[in-house]
């Protein structure tokens, strides 16, 4: 069977209920291989045998529980004109007719008899009756579809309340509850419109046309045909269409949309471009290197989607927890219904409005609310500044953390190396060591490797052709040049039988390391490699790197790395936050506490192999929670090991994307506090909402069947007012902002 994949908006699809009947109506479709709702953003995610069910099918399936599908494509649609709809006219009308039935019953004028068949029935109670139709029709369309799908929901429950209420004369509640439970819907649409808004603002970042040059001209298409190739035309004040390559024009360039960096970043023939950014003074022309809905930011927009369908540990037990408390809470209505009038001589019509006021209190909306809408207020504000998070989980367990492990060559330094030594053996020259090297190493994808091919080219050292390449794994590397040769740590070469400690280079070929005889070599100029080279030039934080041959030591190669300005700040700035910090390094021990001590770590861990790396990680976990920062490729085990994975500078980058839990878009440490921060503040928040929900839920369950709580309080404070309160709770994320 071959399955295909498609993403409905249904805008109205708005809270776990919704959800859960959107859900059981598509259970019960024939090829239906696996459903996902996502009811923050009203989006159902089918796949699905087309062999077996088309798109139409699935469609009608979701409208017939009541939910109109907007698009075919799971596009966030415009925020929906919550109080122009058909269901806010129809409360409008309730809300009048309750109105005027209250004055009527009130007023000075004596409320006139309008017929006596079963029960007298005054204007008022027509009015109080034609309320309840209005405001309730909704309402009880919604709870019969509900009752089709067997879900035990706040619609059904309603539903049967109003009916109930009407069912023996007791108009007045009915109308109240019809008229003040579709009021808090409308209420609760629109709050959950606001948390949309969010989204759609990331939405609103993608420009919808693309201006591309071609042979007679130019033309304007919609970006997402832009292909591959394309050049595309971009003028000042214009957002980026595609991910792309400057080739012509130059400008000052806004990515904060994309890399949350607040400060414009100058574009010049050869850099990269993100969709999304703005061009702030100049002209541009850009040769698109993705597919106009392949770039970086749709990629992000995507993953902001499906991250909601990830549950944290809260939302889990709000499920259970609503699961359990529903069935309970509505036992206990029909029980203060029935018991005391039937057992205790009770007043039916009392102990019927107080079992009707604890069933409306059965209705977990608030609480069922308080932790998705808080997710998702997280997740894009964290989108908004740079930061991709992938799942609601995630966020909850950054919360958590208490140590976080940093690598460091690409994370706590720029990763950009340059050469700075190169230390020939005797009677060996300085190019013919450079020479040696960089013929090697020009197969080698390290960055080390890379710094210096560089140096090689910048000098304009001939590098000759090798053969038998292969790459040692966190030692080096070897190729045949005539003969073998090695190019790594002082440990390979302490491997292949080589004594370090009485090895001798020369110090006159303009190396900067200072001369100190040896008084072991008799030859004028010589140094002692292990105890003077290797060690001076490690304790200036550089990076050794040996050439030579299994018999024979050619010369030493160092090269420096550039330490992150903001690295200090950030680590001062997680230990304030009560978090401990760690370096996994594969780079020597001299090295790494050079780097260690200028940033402020002081726990490194040394030269270590990608295994040992991982296994260090394992370690630290089981006693901490533990986030691990590294370029989300070449740390990918301890990345994955983690429990929070954190690649930095993931703009562009499909593997960091991809691996990591979290994704700092832009190549900046701050966004690793931030994060932590964000995260904390998401927790308390969580944790806020479902204590308030439930707080409230309680004393107005423990205060119906006494008769200290009504109708009219049930729905405004215990519905209506705590999903207010916990939407308005959770949206304090979006002020949450990096600090510089």
Not at 567 to 576: M, N, P, Q
Request: with cysteine; net charge negative; hydrophobic share 45%.
């Amino acid at each position: 069977m071959s399955t295909e994949r498609v993403e409905l908006s249904a805008p109205e699809m708005d809270c776990s209920s919704c959800a859960g009947k959107v859900h059981s109506a598509l259970e019960g479709v024939d090829g239906v291989v696996e459903i996902e709702t996502r009811p923050t953003a009203g989006v159902v995610v089918v796949e699905y045998d087309g062999d077996a069910v088309d798109v139409g099918a699935l469609v009608s399936s979701i409208e017939a529980a009541g939910y109109e599908v907007t698009d075919t494509e799971g596009r966030l649609t415009e925020g929906t004109a919550v109080w122009r709809s058909d269901r806010a006219y129809a409360t409008y009308a309730g809300a009048v007719a309750l109105l005027l039935g209250a004055i009527v019953s009130v007023g000075p004028v004596p409320d006139p008899l309008v017929v006596d068949v079963l029960r007298e029935t005054t204007l008022s109670d027509v009015l109080y009756i034609a309320a309840a139709a209005v405001a309730g029709v909704p309402v009880v369309r919604a709870g019969y579809r509900s009752l089709k799908l067997r879900e035990l929901d706040i619609d059904l429950l309603m539903g049967v309340a109003i009916l109930a209420a009407l069912g023996v004369g007791y108009y007045v509640e009915a109308a109240t509850l019809a008229v003040l439970f579709s009021l808090a819907e409308l209420l609760e649409a629109h709050a959950m419109d606001r948390t949309r808004e969010s989204m759609r603002e990331l939405l609103a970042l993608s420009p919808d046309t693309a201006t591309v040059k071609r042979d007679d001209g130019e033309e304007t298409i919609p970006a997402a045909n832009v292909e591959a190739g394309d050049v595309v035309v971009v003028r000042p004040g214009e957002r980026i269409p595609v991910d792309g390559e400057v080739v012509a024009g130059e400008s000052a360039v806004d990515e904060s949309p994309i890399t949350g960096e607040s400060v414009p970043a100058d574009k010049r023939d050869g850099d990269e471009v993100y969709a999304g950014s703005v061009v702030e003074g100049g002209y541009l022309e850009v040769l698109a290197t993705a597919a106009g809905d392949e770039t970086t930011l749709a990629r992000v927009i995507d993953l902001v989607e499906e991250a909601e369908s990830r549950q944290t540990d809260a939302e889990q037990f709000v499920d259970r927890f609503s699961g359990y408390y529903t069935p309970v809470i509505v036992a206990g209505a029909l029980a203060t219904v029935f018991i005391p009038p039937l057992f205790f001589a009770g007043e039916w019509g009392t102990w019927f409005v107080r079992g009707l006021t604890l069933l409306v209190i059965a209705c977990p909306c608030a609480f069922v609310i308080s932790t998705p809408v808080t997710v998702v207020s997280g997740l894009t504000s964290a989108a908004r500044n740079g930061v991709l998070v992938k799942g609601g989980d995630h966020l909850e367990r950054m919360g958590e953390v208490d140590t976080v492990a940093f690598d460091k060559t690409g994370t706590l330094t720029t990763g950009e190396l340059s050469v700075t030594d190169v230390v020939p053996a005797a009677d060996r020259d300085a190019e013919e060591v450079l020479r040696i090297a960089a013929a090697l190493e020009r197969y080698s994808e390290h960055p080390i490797g890379e710094a210096i091919v560089d140096r090689a080219e910048d000098d304009g050292v001939e590098m000759p052709d090798a053969t038998g390449f292969e790459n040692l794994t966190g030692r080096g590397v070897r190729g045949d040049i005539e003969t073998t040769y090695y190019v790594g740590k002082p440990a390979l070469f302490e491997e292949l039988g080589h004594d370090l400690g009485h090895a001798h280079v020369r110090t006159d070929g303009g190396a900067s390391v200072a001369e100190r005889a040896d008084p072991d070599c008799d030859r004028p100029g010589c140094v002692d490699l292990r105890g003077d080279t290797i060690a001076d030039l490690q304790s200036d934080g550089k990076t050794v790197v040996i050439v030579g041959t299994a018999e024979e030591l050619l010369g030493v190669v160092a090269v420096a790395d550039t330490i992150r300005p903001e690295a200090e700040g950030v680590v001062t700035a997680l230990e304030t936050a009560g978090v401990r910090t760690v370096m996994l390094t594969g780079d020597n021990e001299r090295t790494a506490r050079a780097v260690g001590e200028s940033v402020g770590i002081d726990e490194v861990h040394a030269d270590l192999l990608p295994e040992e790396k991982l296994d260090r990680i394992e370690r630290l976990t089981e006693t901490d929670t533990v986030a691990m920062v590294g370029d989300g490729v070449n740390d990918a085990p301890a990345l994955a090991r983690a429990d929070v994975g954190i690649a930095m500078g993931a703009a562009g980058t499909d593997t960091a994307l991809e691996t990591a839990d979290i994704a700092l878009m832009a190549d900046d440490l701050d966004g690793v506090p931030y994060c932590l921060r964000l995260a904390r503040q998401a927790n308390g928040v969580i944790k806020q909402n479902i204590a308030a929900s439930l707080a409230v839920k309680a004393v107005l369950a423990a205060g119906a069947p006494l008769g200290y709580v009504t109708v009219i309080v049930a729905v405004v404070v215990g519905d209506m007012g705590m999903s207010l309160a916990v939407t308005g709770n959770a949206l304090r994320l979006g002020r949450v902002e990096p600090e510089e």
